[in-house]
């Protein structure tokens, strides 16, 4: 499939000096992993997220919930990243040789940004990979088996471990949003890309970006909450969109 890209749209992304991306679990779709809001696909389709993806959901069933995640965490590593986050990858590496840059924002947990070779990712949400205690907030990488038991245990006081995810209710990392902010007030283009941008306040960095006159692309398989706000919308799958548009890129010398 051949997609038409609006030349002022490369206009703009060959001359930006600053391009900050945001990504959602759409851009993960085509590595296997489920979305949350996708009508047949999605977690929530199938989960109520008030009984998973919220700190009182833990509080209640600790047991379930840390099994739903573990369960989640060893399915991610076995995925691996696709043509979409290769090319954000390299398209940070494209950008950063020519003393330009490119940050990326994402709210995905799976890790497979870094896999793919993305520098200094921005964790809104938090990762799945990284397991913390309620007791001592002693925080672990968990790259292996699933546990033996639910919910996992801290080494050091034997407290309950929970995933390091971002939970309805609860703050985002402080540093993250921070740089994610700053990243959304500097660019001169803002991408949103495989997200419903419905959850917030991952969704406002875009008008933030908007507000200090950055354009704002969005790619996506279907129109979004957020569509109508931006200057472009691609609408199409990003493991296919990515690529062409890094090619039509590089092409340029820019
Ligand atoms: C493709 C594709 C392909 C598919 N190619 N595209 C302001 C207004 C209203 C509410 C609030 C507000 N501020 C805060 C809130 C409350 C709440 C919120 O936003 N609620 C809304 C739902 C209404 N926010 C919070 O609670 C946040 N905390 C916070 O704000 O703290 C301060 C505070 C505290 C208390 C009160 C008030 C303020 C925390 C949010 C944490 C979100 N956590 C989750 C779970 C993480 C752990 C886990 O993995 O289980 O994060 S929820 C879930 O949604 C996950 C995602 O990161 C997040 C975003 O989802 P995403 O990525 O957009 O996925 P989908 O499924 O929604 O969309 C996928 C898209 O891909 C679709 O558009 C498809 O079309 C597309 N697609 N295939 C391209 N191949
Ligand atoms: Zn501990």
Same mark, same amino acid.
């Not at 851009?27 to 919220?54: C, H, K, M, N, Q």
């Not at 020519?98 to 709210?107: A, F, N, S």
């Not at 660019?187 to 419905?198: A, E, H, M």
């Not at 200090?212 to 919308?233: F, K």
């Given at each position: ?5 609006? %030349?002022? @749209?490369? +206009?703009?992304? =060959? /001359?930006? $000096?600053?391009?900050?991306?945001? !990504? ?13 809001? %996708?009508? @047949?696909? +999605?977690?929530? =389709? /199938?989960? $109520?997220?008030?009984?998973?993806? !919220? ?200």
């Amino acid at each position: 499939m051949s997609y038409v890209i609006p %030349d002022d @749209l490369m +206009g703009a992304l =060959s /001359r930006a $000096r600053s391009v900050t991306v945001l !990504t959602g679990a759409g851009v993960s779709a085509e590595s296997g992993i489920p979305t949350f809001r %996708d009508a @047949l696909t +999605g977690l929530w =389709s /199938r989960y $109520r997220a008030e009984d998973l993806a !919220t700190p009182q959901a833990f509080e209640r069933d600790p047991q379930m919930v840390a099994r739903w995640y573990d369960e989640r965490r060893t399915m991610c590593m076995r995925c691996e990243p696709n043509a979409g986050h290769r090319a954000l990858a390299q398209l940070q590496d494209h950008m950063r040789g020519l003393g330009r840059e490119l940050v990326l924002v994402t709210q995905n947990v799976d890790r497979l940004h870094q896999r793919a070779g993305s520098e200094d990712v921005i964790e809104l949400h938090g990762s799945i990979m990284t397991w913390r205690c309620t007791h001592c907030d002693h925080e672990q990488q968990e790259l292996g088996e699933p546990f033996d038991s639910h919910p996992p245990r801290c080494g050091k006081c034997d407290g309950i471990r929970r995933p390091g995810v971002v939970w309805f209710g609860e703050s985002l990392p402080d540093d993250a949003l921070q740089s994610a902010h700053s990243a959304s007030v500097h660019c001169d283009v803002f991408l949103s890309i495989g997200t419903s941008s419905q959850v917030y306040p991952a969704a406002g960095l875009m008008d933030t970006a908007a507000a200090q006159g950055a354009r704002l692309l969005e790619v996506n398989v279907d129109r979004t909450a957020a569509s109508d706000r931006c200057d472009w919308v691609l609408c199409g799958r990003s493991a296919q969109i990515l690529p062409i548009l890094l090619k039509r890129l590089m092409a340029t010398g820019h």
